[in-house]
């Protein structure tokens, strides 16, 4: 039996508070780029080596490299720290967390990897991200809109840290009523609020539990967070029955 040579590159994953980052191998034209995903000033990067052998375990930090706008990182660093893969699964784990809170501005990781038999990745893991210290809202809305049984608000939060000090979505009657209120505990399935896109679902029910009338309602989020404080625009839901 002939047992064929392992010539498999590693398997490699970014990840910014759970979220994958796709590569990007292209250069930075524009550091303002709206395509360009948000990160918080102060993430947890999550870099997953992988390798399909279990021969050779991912156990040496000398097989990895770890680049932040072209400055290598090295595993001295208390930012970076390197937990070797595990007996179950060939898969290292790196751990980088940068204090980006100096200024706003579009940051790059590079990161170089191989495998203990010498198997490079063809090209380096490349993303890009921006990070500003007021945290904002956009693109908040609800869908559908008019909604019947429940609605879903869709938002983005650029800026800031991972998580704001206080955050609000309140729904109103026309009157000026307050029907509801959600908190960042409640956003993401209760998974918390984080920089990067959200969800937030309401079932069309008041503070009480009771399905609210056929009507127009009015909705507002505003977040204080460390250095900043957002208040949105009132904007309006139809319910329909």
Not at 124 to 152: A, E, G
Not at 184 to 205: C, E, I, K, S
């Amino acid at each position: 039996r002939v047992v064929a040579a392992d010539r498999q590159p590693p398997t490699l994953k970014v990840l910014v508070e759970g979220r994958a980052l796709p590569p990007n191998p292209e250069p930075v034209t524009n550091l303002q780029d709206p395509s360009l995903p948000f990160v918080s000033t102060q993430p947890t990067i999550e870099i997953l080596v992988g390798d399909n052998s279990n021969y050779f375990p991912l156990a040496d930090t000398s097989l990895t490299e770890v680049r932040l706008d072209g400055r290598p990182i090295p595993f001295s660093s208390p930012a970076l720290q390197f937990e070797p893969a595990s007996a179950a699964t060939n898969e290292a784990r790196i751990v980088f967390t940068p204090d980006l809170s100096g200024r706003d501005t579009t940051h790059t990781l590079r990161v170089e990897a191989e495998d203990a038999r010498g198997n490079r990745l063809s090209e380096p893991y490349q993303v890009h991200f921006r990070v500003q210290r007021d945290q904002v809202v956009r693109d908040l809305y609800p869908y559908p809109n008019p909604m019947n049984t429940h609605t879903t608000f869709a938002f983005r939060v650029e800026g800031g840290t991972q998580r704001p000090e206080d955050f609000r979505l309140r729904i109103y009657t026309l009157s000026g009523r307050l029907i509801r209120a959600f908190r960042a505990a409640d956003v993401n399935g209760g998974g918390g609020l984080r920089v990067g896109w959200n969800t937030l679902r309401w079932n069309g029910r008041d503070a009480d539990g009771d399905r609210v009338a056929t009507g127009v309602y009015l909705y507002r989020v505003v977040v204080r967070g460390e250095n900043s404080s957002f208040e949105g625009d009132v904007e309006k839901i139809a319910v329909i029955r």
